[in-house]
C-alpha cells in the first residue's frame, strides 16, 4: 500500500528496501534447491521492474533529505 500512495516518502523508502530484500531472498531460494531458471529469475525481473519504478518516480515523491 505504501508503494501505491504518495504521502508518506519515508515509509515508501523502506517498501522499496523491503521489497528488494524479499525478492532477492526468494530468488535465492530457488537457486539454492535447484529450481528451474525461469523460477529463480523471475523474482529478479519482478525486482528490475520495482527499481525502474524506484528510479523513474517523480522528483516530488522522492525522500527529501536535510530540507528543513
Do not use: C, M, N
Not at 525478492?23 to 530457488?30: F, N, T, W
Not at 523474482?43 to 517523480?58: D, F, K, Q
Amino acid at each position: 500500500v505504501a508503494l501505491l500512495t504518495a504521502d508518506f516518502p519515508l515509509l515508501k523508502e523502506w517498501a522499496y528496501a523491503g521489497f528488494t530484500f524479499y525478492l532477492i531472498g526468494a530468488s535465492a531460494s530457488h537457486a539454492f534447491v535447484s529450481e528451474p531458471l525461469i523460477e529463480t529469475a523471475l523474482p529478479l525481473i519482478i525486482l528490475a521492474i520495482a527499481a525502474a519504478s524506484y528510479v523513474l518516480r517523480p522528483g516530488s515523491r522522492r525522500l527529501q533529505v536535510g530540507r528543513s
